[in-house]
């Protein structure tokens, strides 16, 4: 897995869908940073759609990849040292080819493509709808590297999943993921992967779902709503950050489709819903 900057995002984004291969063998699959070319965001937001924003408090954002709550800095004179959410494995509507992931991470928003700090540590589920077939996979990823599998830890729909990443350092980081239901536990720590500019800023917390992109943008599932719940960041001064002020994402495909409608419903839960289309 090579460099996922903003830039190939966008790229990729642009280009044509390539040819999928027969199976889902050997996913390669690239998260990473949100990614809007920002007039497409200010005549989004100047248009006043009625996403999320319009009856919500909270600053809203746009993005072509990501939707879902971010916590954009953290509180002054301090950094980001873990978050925590719980969700339900959703189920997908049935469709040929479809797929949405959905994850927390530390990092990735407003990255400063100055600095030697541009990682993006994040780990989560994707789920998968190819001919009426779901499927699901758990993984873990360390930006600018790609993602890797958990294995042994076979999810479904309905399963309910808690998800607790540390960082330990600018470099080192543990992730813990449970199984509410039964309470089965995986643990793994990651390494920075050796690649210029992988540091983490520790300037933002993520609680988000991704259209994310494997040969080209994978068409978004209907996941219907995703309800991150238990979500807190910690900071370096020993802090519990909420929600609360929270800033929200909405999903906009294409420059002028939102797909999501984002919601904080209190300092530790935020729902994100999918929308058909809406077209303006
Ligand atoms: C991840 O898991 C999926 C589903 O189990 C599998 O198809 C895929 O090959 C795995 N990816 C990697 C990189 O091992
Ligand atoms: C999680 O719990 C559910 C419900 O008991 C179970 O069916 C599923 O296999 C468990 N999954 C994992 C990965 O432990
Ligand atoms: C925050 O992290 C940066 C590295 O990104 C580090 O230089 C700085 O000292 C840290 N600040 C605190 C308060 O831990």
Redesign the pocket.
């Known amino acids: 897995m090579h460099l996922t900057t903003a830039l190939t995002l966008a790229l990729l984004f642009v280009s044509p869908v390539l040819g999928l291969p027969s199976t889902?063998?050997?996913?390669?699959v690239k998260r990473g940073r949100p990614v809007l070319p920002s007039e497409v965001a200010d005549k989004f937001k100047s248009s006043g759609t009625p996403t999320s924003g319009a009856a919500s408090s909270h600053p809203t954002s746009f993005s072509s990849n990501w939707a879902g709550v971010v916590l954009p800095t953290p509180p002054a004179g301090e950094n980001f040292t873990a978050v925590t959410g719980t969700f339900t494995v959703p189920t997908l509507a049935p469709s040929a080819y479809a797929a949405t992931s959905i994850w927390v991470g530390i990092d990735g928003w407003n990255t400063d493509f100055n600095s030697d700090a541009q990682g993006l540590f994040q780990a989560g589920i994707d789920c998968w709808m190819e001919n009426g077939k779901l499927?699901f996979?758990t993984?873990y990823e360390w930006v600018p590297d790609g993602?890797?599998?958990f294995t042994g830890f076979d999810i479904s729909a309905g399963d309910v999943l808690t998800f607790s990443l540390v960082a330990t350092s600018t470099t080192e980081g543990t992730i813990n993921v449970e199984n509410e239901t039964t309470g089965q536990k995986i643990s793994h720590v990651l390494d920075a992967p050796p690649i210029a500019h992988s540091q983490l800023a520790l300037q933002s917390a993520d609680w988000i779902m991704e259209d994310f992109f494997w040969y080209g943008q994978v068409p978004l599932a209907d996941f219907g709503t995703i309800r991150f719940t238990d979500a807190s960041a910690k900071t370096t001064g020993g802090k519990t950050v909420g929600l609360t002020d929270a800033t929200i994402v909405d999903l906009v495909l294409d420059g002028s489709v939102s797909k999501t409608e984002v919601t904080v419903d209190s300092d530790s839960s935020a729902t994100i819903t999918y929308v058909s289309a809406f077209e303006f």
Do not use: E, L, M, T
């Not at 889902?24 to 390669?28: K, V």
């Open positions: 889902f063998a050997s996913r390669a499927s996979d993984w993602s890797y599998n």
